[in-house]
């Protein structure tokens, strides 16, 4: 079973993204920031991550940059959910290795899509 760490500091979307991995086979855990994301790596790497851009602590690009330095980081797919949708932000977070970028609100075929298009669905 494929396993995916959700990032987001709203609980309400890690529930909601919970429940959509789950129906599609995914073994899901939940960070609130950055920090706590890369403690969850630190004891287990997930397949995929949908990452938030806007959050307290360490923000999604910082999160990135620093998963994507570890000898592992290249590992799981990164998918950026957020309510951030120019084309800046959008090259900025392909840039910071970005695998794939969903536009908040999302819905189950969305993401099944996004997750396709990585390889993880």
């Known amino acids: 079973m494929k396993t995916c760490l959700v990032v987001d500091d ?23 920031n950055g920090q706590d994301a890369l403690d969850k790596c630190d004891a287990g790497m997930p397949d995929v991550i ?10 999604g690009i910082e999160f990135i940059v620093k998963l994507r330095e570890r000898p592992d980081g290249a590992v799981p797919k990164v998918v950026f959910c957020t309510t951030e949708n120019d084309v800046a932000h959008i ?4 840039d910071a290795g970005a695998d794939e970028y969903v536009m908040k609100p999302f819905d189950h ?7 396709q298009l990585v390889g993880c669905a």
């Open 91 to 94: 090259r900025e977070a392909i």
């Open 10 to 32: 709203s609980r309400v979307i890690r529930k909601v993204s919970r429940h959509i991995l789950e129906s599609l086979d995914f073994t899901v855990d939940e960070a609130e």
């Open 50 to 59: 949908l990452l938030d851009w806007n959050m307290p602590v360490m923000s």
């Open 109 to 115: 075929e969305t993401l099944q899509i996004k997750l």
